[in-house]
């Protein structure tokens, strides 16, 4: 995720970090050299190319702004509802954390030992998650916090974020058999559980759904044809300026495809992905505060304005 400040009108046309320009500058380069040649062959053979009227070019490129303004807005739905669910697991791993320390019986045996498993399967949960939705390797960050009896089960899982909540729920159920806190409290802890159940499956909800594959290769392949009939259509009444307005065309209709596929999958480590590992660390911070811990992990900071 990108984090900065908000430039000024002159920083705004020279910011690279972020922006959508290095994965669009060959098609960009493409359409303005197809419109230099195409104003060049117009300058020095007027006849070849006749003169067209604009208006079909100006229906198709507001019918093309509309499909990509729906897919734009479709995918910023999904970026956006990908991050209230991180919210909701950062929100029900504090609560839950916080009715852990302060009404499991800690005076009664094992009850301080409960208390701190349940707190680092929480932590061990959020990273998981994470690793699940990168498809990457979740143990160098959660085997600190995992007994080495559950470790080998664990590392046998399909789903390991699920095991990991399972594994809290047995927990939970122990601490129930020990009476260290009361069937209240116990089932207000699991609604804790299963709403971060529902994040995961929220979140593999999104990861598993991409937009209908037909419909953004219409929209693309519509793009591609828009941008390359343009210069001829136009060349007529813009004459030497015909790359320039070619080129800005081609960054508006390539841009917006680029940065709707972009956030389509908002779990993934681009520029304008969702900041995983910093909400994941954050959430891994304030537990282990909770916990009492004095020895805290740094928080994840910006490097280059970009947070992952």
Request: charged share 20%; net charge neutral; proline share 6%.
């Amino acid at each position: 995720m990108i984090v900065r400040n908000k430039p000024n009108a002159f920083q705004l046309f020279f910011i690279l970090r972020g922006s959508v320009v290095p994965l669009i500058f060959p098609q960009i380069l493409f359409v303005t050299l197809l419109g230099a040649g195409v104003a060049a062959t117009q300058y020095f053979y007027p006849s070849i190319f006749p003169s067209f009227t604009l208006a079909p070019f100006a229906l198709l490129g507001v019918a093309l702004s509309l499909f990509l303004g729906f897919r734009n807005n479709a995918c910023y739905d999904r970026w956006w509802e990908a991050r209230k669910q991180w919210g909701q697991l950062i929100v029900d791993s504090r609560s839950l954390s916080r009715q852990v320390v302060s009404y499991f019986d800690v005076q009664s045996e094992g009850g301080a030992e409960a208390q701190k498993r349940m707190i680092y399967l929480t932590i061990a949960f959020n990273h998981a998650l994470r690793h699940q939705l990168r498809r990457s390797d979740p143990w160098t960050d959660i085997e600190k916090y995992l007994e080495p009896d559950d470790i080998d089960k664990l590392r046998q899982s399909k789903n390991l974020p699920d095991a990991l909540l399972r594994l809290m729920g047995q927990k939970l159920g122990t601490c129930r058999h020990k009476i260290l806190l009361s069937d209240y409290l116990i089932q207000s802890i699991d609604n804790h559980i299963t709403s971060m159940a529902g994040v995961q499956a929220a979140c593999e909800r999104i990861q598993n759904t991409p937009l209908p594959f037909a419909y953004m290769l219409l929209v693309q392949r519509t793009v591609y044809l828009y941008c390359f009939i343009l210069p001829f259509g136009i060349v007529a009444s813009l004459g030497l300026l015909t790359p320039l307005f070619c080129a800005i065309v081609a960054y508006t209709f390539f841009g917006l495809d680029a940065l709707s596929e972009g956030l389509e999958e908002p779990f993934g480590l681009s520029a304008n992905d969702l900041a995983l590992t910093a909400m994941a660390r954050s959430v891994e911070i304030n537990l282990l505060e909770i916990l009492g811990e004095l020895e805290l992990p740094e928080p994840i900071k910006p490097t280059n304005h970009r947070l992952e």
